[in-house]
């Protein structure tokens, strides 16, 4: 992937920018984490931004514990021999 330009930075900031507006006017609390800045984007205290989160990985590690239980049902069992 080559170096993002200036002008990709400008239009990309510009866009995030009018979905936080967005997000703010109605009501949604967020969280926003960006590889290699160092800011959390948020509406509300950074304790909640972080509990925003931390809910999201874990949600997100429970659908994939899901999944995986899902998959190894299916798998056939073959009895030893």
């Known amino acids: 992937?080559?170096?993002?330009?200036?002008k990709q930075k400008q239009i990309?900031?510009?866009?995030?920018?009018?979905v936080i507006h967005q997000l703010g006017e109605l009501g949604v609390n967020y969280?926003?984490?960006i590889e290699g800045c160092d800011t959390v984007f948020t509406n509300s205290?950074?304790?909640h931004a972080v509990s925003i989160?931390?809910?999201s990985v874990q949600l997100?590690?429970?659908?994939?514990?899901?999944?995986?239980?899902r998959k190894?049902?299916?798998q056939v069992?073959?009895?030893d021999e």
């Not at 990309?12 to 009018?18: D, F, N, V």
């Open 60 to 69: 997100q590690d429970k659908i994939y514990e899901m999944t995986v239980e």
């Open 12 to 18: 990309t900031a510009e866009l995030l920018c009018g």
């Open 72 to 74: 190894a049902e299916k």
């Open 53 to 55: 989160m931390r809910d």
């Open 1 to 6: 992937m080559s170096k993002p330009t200036k």
């Open 31 to 33: 969280s926003l984490v």
């Open 45 to 47: 205290t950074i304790g």
């Open 77 to 79: 069992d073959f009895p």
